[in-house]
């Protein structure tokens, strides 16, 4: 038997997805804006009922018997992929009114020094900055400046507003724990796609843009899926809660480790069988691989050195599940990370092949 083709790809309602998504801010722990742009976005497709979690995680339950009034047999199945991102929050204001910072999901210091940010108050206002190191003018410092150490105690915000004093950034509004959100950075290239942030929205751009295409080709996921938008990755327990205890099957899809060593690149989609949490589901392993050889779905596989995925934090928060870990290779990922559409179309239909052909 033949399988029927995947439908095909809109890559320009993709990359405008994606490009939107990108510059909503969303640091872990302030995600809600990212998730409240996905469910409007999916709220236009109207099989899928969408709920949130306590937590504040997004989930679209797509069941294929709604309208037909076909119940499927076998159990649900679900998807993670997550819009929360590396960020900071303010640690300390200080006696020169500029900011320190205590770091939201580890983003290295280096890779954001001179960078442009927002400090999101507690109301709601938002103030705009730059990461600089306390040795900055290179007039006053000459070369110092470059021995300065990148790390907590030094990196500061130096904000675009007239404050020379504690109090005078407290009249701004700021205190204490308000968010912090880097520029996303986002610029679309020749087929390439460069921003801070491609993980994960990426890989939520993928889902969207494998319902949109299901959904215009008439076509349905033959079991119930349930698409989890989480907003507590990067913090390493964004899934553990949110995926519902009847799901047999659960395909975290997030960016693959390209790099000096890895058999990822930007142009497949990656299968990641083992990360720093261990092994994968090996039978949901073989089933991926085998549609993505049915479909040409062109897709490496590899292991990943500094890696934890959503996946795991349901599995270590006693989830039931078989587990798999698939997604688009992203080059110089937690720095400025950039993708390829060849990686990310293949990503999308590895998430279509998946839904259309779970059963087999
Ligand atoms: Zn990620």
Redesign the pocket.
């Known amino acids: 038997m033949t399988n029927m083709p995947l439908p095909p790809i809109d890559e320009t309602y993709f990359t405008n997805f994606l490009v939107d998504l990108l510059n909503v801010p969303s640091p872990t722990g302030f995600a809600e804006p990212a998730i409240d742009f996905v469910e409007r976005e999916l709220s236009q497709y109207k099989q899928l009922e969408l709920s949130r979690t306590r937590k504040g995680a997004l989930v679209a339950k797509w069941d294929p018997s709604t309208g037909s009034g076909r119940k499927p047999d076998l159990p649900p199945v679900a998807l993670t992929a997550?819009v929360d991102t590396l960020g900071a929050v303010v640690k300390e204001i200080k006696p020169s009114g500029r900011l320190k910072l205590s770091r939201v999901g580890g983003i290295q210091w280096n890779t954001v020094e001179t960078e442009g940010v927002w400090v999101v108050t507690s109301n709601g206002e938002k103030i705009r900055g730059s990461v600089l190191i306390d040795t900055a003018s290179g007039h006053i410092y000459g070369a110092k400046g470059g021995e300065t150490p990148r790390d907590d105690d030094h990196m500061e915000v130096r904000l675009d507003a007239r404050t020379t004093s504690k109090a005078e950034t407290r009249a701004l509004g700021i205190r204490v724990g308000d968010c912090v959100a880097f520029d996303p950075r986002v610029e679309v290239t020749d087929g390439f796609i460069r921003s801070r942030f491609l993980?994960?929205k990426a890989?939520v751009a993928n889902f969207v843009a494998a319902i949109k295409a299901m959904t215009e080709a008439g076509q349905s996921p033959t079991r119930t899926t349930y698409f989890h938008i989480s907003n507590y990755?990067?913090v390493g327990h964004g899934a553990a809660a949110g995926i519902p205890a009847e799901v047999a099957e659960l395909v975290a899809v997030?960016?693959a480790v390209v790099g000096a060593g890895q058999e990822s690149d930007e142009f497949h989609a990656t299968l990641c069988v083992k990360d720093s949490g261990g092994v994968y589901h090996e039978g949901l392993n073989k089933k991926l691989r085998a549609l993505a050889e049915e479909h040409n779905i062109p897709y490496k596989t590899d292991v990943y050195p500094f890696y934890g995925?959503?996946g795991e934090a349901f599995w270590r928060a006693g989830g039931d599940v078989a587990l798999a870990l698939i997604g688009p290779g992203i080059d110089a990922s937690h720095n400025y990370e950039r993708a390829h559409m060849d990686g990310l179309n293949a990503t999308t239909r590895w998430v279509m092949a998946y839904l259309l052909n779970v059963d087999k």
């Open positions: 997550h993980d994960d890989c990755e990067e997030d960016m995925s959503d």
